[in-house]
């Protein structure tokens, strides 16, 4: 004798239609718990895996997006090391063209502040590093920044001397004024005639032209890097919607379909109560 219960077909239809709206229910909540509606490949591969992607490079971008705001503090720091180099060459300019007026005493005072200022510009250089890269103190320092992993979108800066005596080498027209201006002993000595002075007057100038270009072209790759970092900002931030809206349950709509399927559950509940009150009535009648 068989002990399978034997199911009318209008009771196993509803007692189905039942099963299925509380899987439904169950699927509601979990979005609701969640606040996904994917939450894993068996529930959709297709967006599931498109989701993964955007967030994997939102998330590339935002390393980069860190890299390139610490660039702007590296290029921003050389930025203002040089506007102070050149603060001090006119410094050092004020000295000499005081100096072609002066005794030689006062010569000899003037050498010796000469040498100190310049002493001083050549500390405030190599202080001026950022996370132990110096971009004003040697023209062999790059700053490196890669944009993208996907792309070879990659920035170099290129570092500058910006020490006295780099700057003023390149312009002296010869070793002995370099060393002049560089070291201003030989003042006290220097005759009544002012070309001397003159000549070591311009070659500041024309380091602080330089200086002034350098400072420029700096401050041109900060306004990029800046740029870059908006775009960075609001790229991330398309990418996570992006995903955003594959995987995210609609609060609304699910809450809605909760309370319909709920509805739906109470009366599949009385038709199934219906369903079996008819076999009942059936076998009411053998009695």
């Given at each position: 004798m068989s002990n399978e219960i034997v199911l009318g077909s209008a009771t196993r239809q509803n007692l189905l239609s039942?099963?299925?709206i509380n899987t439904q229910i169950g699927t509601?909540?979990?979005h609701l718990?969640?606040?996904?509606k994917v939450a894993s490949a068996l529930d959709d591969a297709v967006k599931f895996f498109q989701s993964q992607s955007l967030v994997n490079r939102a998330n590339d971008l935002s390393q980069r997006k860190d890299n390139i705001d610490q660039g702007i503090s590296t290029v921003t720091t050389a930025v203002n090391a040089t506007q102070s180099v050149v603060s001090i060459l006119q410094q050092l300019q004020g000295i000499l063209n005081t100096a072609k007026t002066e005794t030689a005493a006062q010569?000899?005072?003037?050498s010796a502040q000469f040498n100190t200022l310049s002493q001083q510009l050549n500390n405030l250089v190599n202080d001026a590093s950022y996370?132990?890269?110096n971009l004003v103190n040697s023209s062999k320092s790059v700053l490196k920044l890669q944009f993208s992993q996907l792309s070879s979108s990659i920035l170099k800066i290129s570092g500058n001397n910006e020490l006295v005596s780099a700057l003023v080498s390149t312009h002296a027209k010869s070793s002995v004024l370099a060393t002049q201006i560089v070291s201003a002993h030989t003042w006290s000595s220097v005759s009544n005639k002012t070309s001397a002075f003159d000549n070591a007057f311009n070659t500041l100038q024309n380091a602080i032209f330089t200086a002034q270009s350098n400072a420029q072209a700096l401050g041109a790759n900060v306004t990029f890097l800046q740029t870059r970092l908006d775009f960075s900002s609001q790229y991330i931030t398309t990418l996570q919607g992006g995903s955003d809206k594959l995987v995210l349950?609609?609060?609304n709509e699910e809450s809605t379909n909760l309370?319909?399927?709920q509805t739906r559950q109470q009366l599949a509940?009385?038709?199934l109560s219906i369903a079996t009150q008819s076999e009942q009535a059936v076998l009411r009648l053998f009695h």
């Amino acid at each position: 004798m068989s002990n399978e219960i034997v199911l009318g077909s209008a009771t196993r239809q509803n007692l189905l239609s039942l099963q299925d709206i509380n899987t439904q229910i169950g699927t509601s909540q979990g979005h609701l718990a969640t606040g996904l509606k994917v939450a894993s490949a068996l529930d959709d591969a297709v967006k599931f895996f498109q989701s993964q992607s955007l967030v994997n490079r939102a998330n590339d971008l935002s390393q980069r997006k860190d890299n390139i705001d610490q660039g702007i503090s590296t290029v921003t720091t050389a930025v203002n090391a040089t506007q102070s180099v050149v603060s001090i060459l006119q410094q050092l300019q004020g000295i000499l063209n005081t100096a072609k007026t002066e005794t030689a005493a006062q010569r000899k005072a003037a050498s010796a502040q000469f040498n100190t200022l310049s002493q001083q510009l050549n500390n405030l250089v190599n202080d001026a590093s950022y996370q132990g890269l110096n971009l004003v103190n040697s023209s062999k320092s790059v700053l490196k920044l890669q944009f993208s992993q996907l792309s070879s979108s990659i920035l170099k800066i290129s570092g500058n001397n910006e020490l006295v005596s780099a700057l003023v080498s390149t312009h002296a027209k010869s070793s002995v004024l370099a060393t002049q201006i560089v070291s201003a002993h030989t003042w006290s000595s220097v005759s009544n005639k002012t070309s001397a002075f003159d000549n070591a007057f311009n070659t500041l100038q024309n380091a602080i032209f330089t200086a002034q270009s350098n400072a420029q072209a700096l401050g041109a790759n900060v306004t990029f890097l800046q740029t870059r970092l908006d775009f960075s900002s609001q790229y991330i931030t398309t990418l996570q919607g992006g995903s955003d809206k594959l995987v995210l349950a609609d609060v609304n709509e699910e809450s809605t379909n909760l309370v319909t399927l709920q509805t739906r559950q109470q009366l599949a509940i009385q038709s199934l109560s219906i369903a079996t009150q008819s076999e009942q009535a059936v076998l009411r009648l053998f009695h």
